[in-house]
């Protein structure tokens, strides 16, 4: 049986649970359930604090687990990732009241504020600096105006709201991170985890790429199928009317209007495109 655990709360976990769906496992319809059985995939769920998954998980308690890299790294379990996932990205950054520093350098003997000690601390170490480290939960703002704190590190999106608390980013980002499935790294890899990777995979490369159809002309073949070159090469079926192809290819989701343009000025007509929610490559 494997035993994996997923988010109960925050950013992370409606779309780990919508990925899993994706791969073809149960998921929970109620919140409150913390346990859930998936007898067909031999698979136990157990819902947990996004903070708290990198501990159960190093300790050996459960499987695998998906969580933040950034928690991952803050918790400094024997965890490791073995999957990046491709959703809830982030950014942390250093910011400070104007005029307060200009570099990671200027930190030193000053006071900073954060939920991720763990990742602060260690970056500092790792820049040559030494600065006291304050843990708080939560928004972190109000720390510089409250006197708490000199500056901050947390993430950073668009900065709005470090700059309605009248902070500014300085310095290079500490961190960029994602959602990640995490494994102990010194445990051999189970088959049904193999399995929940290459699931996994089959999502995150789906939700890359659509199908494309299309009709062409047998003697611009050649140039459409340069257009559309596929994973590994397109499918090219004769139609039932002599001198046309019908062609089936996979494309890049973000770029199939542009390609779509390029094969209708091209001569294709039909050009028809799928949504893919799984795949194995």
């Known amino acids: 049986m494997l035993r994996i655990a997923v988010p109960n709360k925050g950013s992370l976990s409606e779309p780990a649970s919508q990925m899993l769906i994706e791969a073809g496992y149960r998921q929970r319809h109620d ?55 491709g959703f809830a990205g982030s950014t942390f950054r250093f910011a400070a009241m104007p005029g307060t520093a200009e570099s990671v ?28 480290v304050i843990r708080l939960d939560g928004a972190v703002e109000t720390s510089v ?10 993430v950073v999106s668009t900065g709005t709201t470090l700059r309605n608390a009248g902070l500014e980013v300085f310095g290079d980002p500490l961190l960029t991170s994602q959602a990640v499935l995490i494994q102990r790294p010194d445990v051999e890899t189970p088959s049904l985890v193999e399995q929940l990777v290459r699931r996994l995979q ?4 789906a939700r ?18 340069a257009i559309t ?26 770029d199939t209007n542009a390609v779509m343009d390029e094969l209708w000025q091209l001569g294709a007509r039909g050009i028809l495109v799928t949504a893919i929610t799984a795949c194995r490559l």
């Open 31 to 85: 919140s409150r359930e913390l346990v859930l059985l998936d007898a067909d995939n031999e698979t136990e769920f157990f819902f947990l604090r996004p903070r708290d998954i990198a501990v159960y998980v190093g300790s050996g308690q459960l499987d695998v687990g998906i969580t933040g890299e950034d928690l991952l790294l803050d918790s400094g379990a024997n965890a490791e990732s073995i999957l990046p996932l």
């Open 105 to 132: 350098a200027d930190l030193a003997g000053k006071r900073i504020a954060t939920a991720y000690p763990g990742v602060v601390t260690s970056y500092l170490s790792e820049q040559g600096v030494e600065a006291e």
């Open 145 to 154: 105006r409250l006197g708490v704190a000199d500056a901050i590190a947390d």
């Open 202 to 205: 089959g999502v995150i490369i």
């Open 208 to 225: 890359q790429y659509v199908l494309m159809d299309y009709d062409i002309a047998d003697a611009l073949v050649e140039k459409a199928v």
């Open 229 to 254: 070159p596929g994973i590994e090469s397109p499918t090219v079926s004769p139609l039932h009317e002599r001198g046309w192809s019908a062609v089936r290819s996979m494309v890049k989701r973000r």
